[in-house]
């Protein structure tokens, strides 16, 4: 076991000298769910690559965009993997707001926001937490949580926002997403956000941020377009398909900032025929 | 989240009040503020949601402007409404006071006078605090929301780590197999229910022991050195037999598996037993062994266990000889078959009990072969009488009567003994010997030992190879035929010829008849052999016919009793003498005494047909056997061959031995009485032959005259005359 090192976002001890992805976050966020260990590689993190903030909350924006337009299309059930700390805007206050009856679990492997997330969900019936290593999807799908809550009748949203970009090559995204495509009915949707650029696309900062991902919060993979748009295999994707992240279903054109069109990230919404 | 969940937008007291140029600089105010903060915070909105959130503050603020009294009330509550709201990034509230003091009068068109200002900076000052007031409360509420969230995390990953450890506990302690764990040193740490009652020690005692107080004397030696790899972390496990001894003295046969555990290093820091409780199979086991290793019967080890034994004592050399007595019962099959299995059972179960009794002792193994065969073993014997006095002990103590059921049963036994210096010997070589010399034992009259002797059996071995060859020797045409002259001493006239047969054999060169007639009699062999010298004679017989007419001599036969008992007999000598066209009156068939004596009707019969025949009959080696003279009066009989012995006395030139003349010329006289012809068989000397004419003996035959010589030679010899 020694020698191994572990990643930050993995079970088992509760080592708060340790950041933790979920609580810088939402410190990056505005939160203050969170610890000094926390508050000083996000300060980092932003301090040597401002441009990440604009990155998180874009990517926080796109969670409220597309369950927005999940609720629209009929959507009623939601599957968020990767949850991470219940801040503000979080999908149950979106979806609950449309319709006081739609159904949410919220996924994350961190011990701490999946109890963070059961404390301020108390009460809420229509809302499950699960602590669960989100790959394993066998695991999540066979939970409690998960078939208590949600009906596998009816169409579901599978939302993996800012999630894939911390699962490599190695341990098969595609094979992730697909085993979460196969139990879900007809109809049901996936939505993603990815970290990501184009070949000949490059930015000092974008390095820059991959270095202190890999080495204070988790290592990141960035995928191009076409790596995205693979991950929706077994899914019409709707339009735009696969679009910047800013780009996908802006609210305004206000709300576009001058690199919208070379933002690093992606974001796609997919509907399973 | 219900903490969390605020209604964003602050509805507008009495906005119908105001006026719509104020309204609408309101709204143009709201506008810039909201991309004055956007992205200082982030905040669950839309822009336009944002802009309008901020027209709701923005009338707030005027209606505070303007109201009367004054108060300041609303800025603390608009500044604790942009922190619900989220609006927790503190540029929001740097901005937001700047913009407040830079565009809201003019935005709204109010004249900047003292008193507007004074209310501003007022509100705007309230705002600040409301503002701070909230962060810190919302900070303060999330940090001991998120505290909160560690300790539930750790009391739900305790509970894990408790039931997982409850689980594990329950496991060590109502497993079926025995489980101990040690620290490296062998202190035993803790052991589980099931160990305790299988070596009858508490966990207290138990924990008294180091693991090597547990070594049992009978331990394999590969235990205790894996057990040292174990602990030197050379080996992560390994499995072993090994007894235990309990508590109350007895023994416990495990199978036992060890495993050593290591630290977060990779040091050797704990030990773990898993003990299995094999008693009983290892009973079953033994009790299967010794079955398979032991008569039923006597109970007595059986021919496996034996020949195991054997097979050590050669392998281990440990002793320098070692001595074999094989022993079978004299006569047991016929208790066995008159008395019945049950009671020749018991009869070996008897002598099973009487060898073991007279042979225990260390290195000694008394057997039972199967059936009636015993052997013992002697290891380590000094000389051959060692075990001839095995041998002696055990016939004497075989010599007092059994009583079985009402019978008074009295046994002997032959035993065959060989005993040895091991090197240069075999298992193998040992049994055999063992077995010929028993067999010699028999032969030699029973009841008796007999040692192997290698002399004795090198001739046995020849007599083995000549006897098994002898058919392909026939076939090959290895025999021959020579003749001797019986010459009449009359005239010194040849006038019978005695065909005597001979093995030119291809390892042992030419072989007389003495060295294999026995032979050929005892495998039956004897019989074409008799029938081929017959053949030969007889065509040899014919050939002198045609060559010399009524001068050719008779061709005299040895006839074999097994021949002369032989139901074929004259139909053979008939055919054989029409095959050949040979007159009957130059045949003569030569029988031992015994052989025309001793039999039965049938024979003699047959000896009366040849004779009817024309065949001549003459008796050999008359005077040897215990001839009923009586009786030789009504034989088919033409000729009596006196035995050479009797011509012992009559052999020197100058002096006879009365009593041997004296024989003969009684002999003589008998067998002319009985209108016979006499023939003295051993003439060697002139004086003999002289003598014997003088008796009146009719024919002669022995080097005196000639030797036995090839059919040419004797062409020759007729010539001659």
């Not at chain 2, 004299?330 to 042979?359: A, M, P, T, W, Y």
Request: charged share 25%; glycine share 8%; proline share 5%.
């Amino acid at each position: 076991m020694d020698g191994v090192e572990r990643p930050v976002w993995a079970p088992g001890d509760i080592d708060l000298s340790r950041p933790s992805i979920a609580r810088v976050y939402d410190y990056w966020l505005g939160g203050a769910h969170n610890f000094a260990v926390d508050r000083a590689v996000g300060d980092k993190v932003i301090a040597d690559v401002p441009v990440l903030r604009s990155v998180i909350l874009n990517h926080r924006a796109f969670l409220r965009r597309a369950v927005r337009y999940l609720l629209a299309h009929g959507i009623r059930q939601f599957l968020d993997l990767g949850s991470g700390i219940p801040t503000v805007g979080n999908v149950h206050e979106i979806a609950q707001s449309v319709d006081p009856t739609a159904r949410v679990v919220y996924v994350d492997i961190d011990p701490v926001a999946v109890a963070h997330s059961r404390a301020i969900l108390t009460g809420n019936e229509l809302v499950g937490v699960l602590q669960t290593d989100v790959r394993d999807a066998r695991a999540v799908l066979d939970s409690p949580e998960v078939r208590d809550m949600l009906d596998f009748d009816q169409p579901i949203a599978v939302l993996m926002v800012a999630l894939l970009h911390f699962v490599p090559d190695a341990e098969d995204p595609a094979g992730v997403v697909a085993a979460y495509r196969d139990v879900i009915p007809a109809g049901s949707f996936l939505a993603v956000s990815h970290a990501g650029h184009e070949d000949g696309e490059w930015d000092p900062a974008w390095d820059d941020a991959k270095g202190l991902y890999n080495r204070g919060v988790s290592p990141i993979t960035y995928r191009d377009r076409s790596s995205v748009e693979s991950l929706f295999k077994g899914f019409d994707l709707v339009a735009p398909g696969v679009a910047r992240l800013p780009l996908w279903h802006p609210e305004s054109p206000d709300d576009l900032g001058d690199d919208a069109t070379h933002f690093i990230g992606y974001a796609a919404v997919g509907r399973k025929p | 989240m219900t903490t969390e969940q605020v209604d964003h937008r602050v509805a507008a007291p009495g906005r119908s009040n105001l006026d719509p140029a104020v309204l609408a600089g309101a709204e143009a105010f709201a506008r810039t503020w909201a991309t004055a903060v956007i992205g200082s915070s982030y905040v669950p909105m839309t822009r336009a949601e944002v802009a309008e959130h901020l027209r709701a503050l923005t009338e707030v603020l005027v209606h505070a402007l303007h109201a009367t009294p004054f108060r300041t009330a609303p800025g603390y509550e608009i500044g604790a409404r942009l922190v619900e709201a989220h609006f927790t990034g503190t540029d929001t509230l740097g901005r937001t006071i700047q913009l407040l003091g830079d565009d809201l009068l003019g935005e709204l068109g109010i004249a900047p006078d003292e008193l507007m200002r004074s209310r501003l900076a007022a509100l705007q000052g309230a705002l600040s605090a409301g503002y701070a007031r909230a962060l810190r409360e919302r900070t303060l509420a999330e940090q001991e929301a998120i505290r909160a969230a560690v300790l539930d995390a750790r009391d739900q990953a305790e509970a894990a780590l408790r039931a997982s450890e409850a689980r594990f506990r329950a496991m060590f302690t109502e497993a079926a197999i025995g489980i101990g764990i040690a620290d490296i040193e062998g202190r035993i740490l803790d052991v589980n229910q099931a160990l305790q009652e299988m070596l009858g020690f508490s966990v207290e005692e138990m924990r008294q022991y180091n693991i090597r107080d547990l070594m049992h004397p009978e331990d394999g030696s590969t235990v205790w050195r894996l057990y040292d790899q174990l602990t030197a972390g050379e080996c992560d496990h390994y499995r072993a037999e090994k007894r235990f001894r309990r508590a109350d003295g007895e023994q416990v046969w495990t199978h036992l598996t060890l495993s050593l555990v290591r630290d977060d290093h990779g040091e050797p820091q704990y030990q773990v037993a898993m003990i299995e409780d094999v008693t009983d199979r290892h009973l079953l086991q033994n009790r299967l062994r010794y079955q398979a290793l032991h008569d039923p019967l006597t109970g007595l080890p059986n021919r496996a266990l034996f020949l195991e034994r054997l097979g050590r004592v050669f392998n281990n050399r440990a002793r320098r000889r070692a001595g074999l007595c094989y022993l079978d019962l004299d006569g047991f099959k016929v208790i066995n078959d008159s008395l019945g299995h049950d009671i020749g059972d018991q009869l070996l179960v008897e002598v099973g009990r009487r060898l073991d009794h007279s042979v225990s002792g260390d290195g000694k193994l008394v057997a039972r072969m199967g059936g009636d065969e015993f052997v013992i073993l002697v290891e380590g014997s000094r000389d051959t009488q060692d075990i001839v006095d095995v041998a002696d002990r055990v016939l004497r103590e075989l010599e007092s009567p059994i009583r079985i059921g009402g019978h008074e049963l009295t046994v002997s036994a032959s035993i065959g003994i060989v005993e040895r210096e091991l090197s240069g010997t075999t298992a193998a070589d040992l049994m055999r010997d063992a077995d010929i010399t028993l067999y010699w034992a028999k032969a030699d009259g029973k009841s008796r030992w007999a040692l192997y002797d290698p002399d004795r059996n090198a001739k046995e071995v020849a007599r083995f190879t000549l006897s098994a060859t002898m058919p392909a020797a026939l076939e090959r045409d290895e025999f021959y035929v020579d003749y001797q002259p019986l010459v009449r001493l009359e005239d010194s006239t040849v006038v019978g010829v005695e065909a005597l047969v001979r093995w030119q054999h291809p390892e042992f060169g030419r072989l007389a008849p003495d060295r294999f007639i026995e032979l050929a009699e005892e495998t039956g062999l004897i019989v074409p052999l008799g029938r081929w010298v017959l053949r030969r004679a007889c065509r040899q017989a014919r050939r002198w016919l045609e060559e010399f007419g009524e001068a050719a001599p008779f061709v005299s036969v040895n006839l074999a009793v097994r021949q002369s008992r032989d139901p074929e007999l004259v139909r053979d000598v008939k055919r054989i003498l029409d095959e050949c066209a040979l007159p009957p009156h130059h045949l003569q068939l030569e029988l031992t005494e015994s052989a025309v004596m001793g039999t039965a009707d049938e024979p003699l019969e047959a000896l009366r047909a040849l004779s009817d025949m024309g065949v001549r009959i003459a008796i050999d080696d008359f005077g040897t056997g215990y001839s009923n003279l009586a009786y030789l009066k009504h034989l088919p009989v033409h000729e009596l061959k006196i035995a050479g012995s009797f011509m012992e006395g009559l052999r020197a030139a100058d002096e006879e031995d009365a009593v041997d003349v004296q024989i003969v010329s009684t002999l003589v006289q008998l067998a002319h009485a009985l209108q016979l012809g006499v023939t003295a068989e051993g003439v060697e000397t002139p004086a003999q032959a002289k003598r014997l004419h003088r008796i009146g003996c009719d024919t002669g035959q022995g080097w005196f005259f000639a030797k036995p010589m090839k059919p040419a030679d004797i062409d020759e010899l007729l010539r001659r005359r």
